[in-house]
């Protein structure tokens, strides 16, 4: 069973629309305005790769990259072929592996504000 943070986090990801990003340090915060708990980056980054495989394709995870807007799972190999392949089917356009934070970025405005 999920704790409350791993809830919220959940919930957040899951608010980030097709063709956008947001990143682990984002989702962090709202998480944690959501949660009333400081929550950091690395928490959100441990808490989706901990997520069961089960869970890991039910949550648009691929729209979480690092605070560079490189996609994080450079290196993973087809791990990271495939949310480079999600995040371009759903039209974020990529170069040397980054996108433009300008363009793509989701500021959960309609939540928070």
């Known amino acids: 069973m999920a704790g409350p943070v791993q809830?919220?986090?959940?919930?957040?990801?899951n608010l980030i629309?097709?063709?956008q990003v947001a990143s682990y340090g984002r989702v962090a915060q709202v998480v944690g305005i959501l949660s009333s708990r400081?929550?950091?980056?690395?928490?959100?980054?441990?808490?989706l790769?901990?997520?069961?495989?089960?869970?890991?394709?039910?949550?648009?995870?691929?729209?979480v990259v690092n605070?560079?807007?490189?996609?994080?799972s450079l290196k993973l190999g087809e791990k990271w072929l495939r949310q480079i392949k999600l995040l371009?089917?759903?039209?974020?356009?990529?170069v040397e592996d980054?996108?433009?934070?300008?363009?793509y970025e989701y500021d959960f405005g309609d939540i928070l504000w």
């Open 7 to 13: 809830s919220k986090m959940i919930e957040v990801v």
């Open 17 to 19: 629309p097709p063709g």
């Open 38 to 47: 400081m929550i950091t980056a690395q928490v959100i980054w441990r808490l």
């Open 49 to 63: 790769s901990g997520l069961p495989e089960s869970a890991r394709d039910q949550l648009p995870r691929w729209r």
């Open 67 to 72: 605070k560079k807007w490189v996609v994080t």
């Open 88 to 94: 371009k089917k759903e039209g974020v356009k990529i």
């Open 98 to 103: 980054q996108m433009d934070m300008k363009i």
